[in-house]
Nanobody, 122 residues
Framework: QTQLVESGGGLVQAGGSLRLSCAASGDTSCISFMNWYRQTPGKERELVARITNDVITYVPDSVKGRFTISAGNTRHTNYLLINNLKPEDTAVYSC????????????????WGQGTQVIVSS
């Protein structure tokens, strides 16, 4: 099975930075790309970054310029750097791993980590 572990959340003042990490372990052969999402109570989960196995990255316009996703030295480890944090960035940030669903294998996907809380004080 595939497991994901996030770390790096915490309490930070507005304008500060945080680096979140996500590490996959176990059977990672099914992973095609990994995402970071965030969610606050009462709101829909929001995609904030994506990185593929070929290290192609994507961040939506809503966070572009402040959020950067990068690959770690270990395969299927990635980092989400958040700069110029704002109170509205307060959320639970979760890493997930996706597979090539057209192949019909890897039935346990998508896989989610436990999430890490980010709180930004004004």
């Amino acid at each position: 099975q595939t497991q994901l572990v996030e770390s790096g959340g915490g309490l930070v003042q507005a304008g500060g930075s945080l680096r979140l990490s996500c590490a996959a372990s176990g059977d990672t052969s099914c992973i095609s790309f990994m995402n970071w999402y965030r969610q606050t109570p009462g709101k829909e989960r929001e995609l904030v970054a994506r990185i593929t196995n070929d290290v192609i990255t994507y961040v939506p316009d809503s966070v572009k310029g402040r959020f950067t996703i990068s690959a770690g030295n270990t395969r299927h480890t990635n980092y989400l750097l958040i700069n110029n944090l704002k109170p509205e960035d307060t959320a639970v940030y979760s890493c997930n791993a996706e597979t090539d669903y057209t192949a019909g294998f890897c039935l346990t996907f998508p896989v989610w980590g436990q999430g890490t809380q980010v709180i930004v004080s004004s």
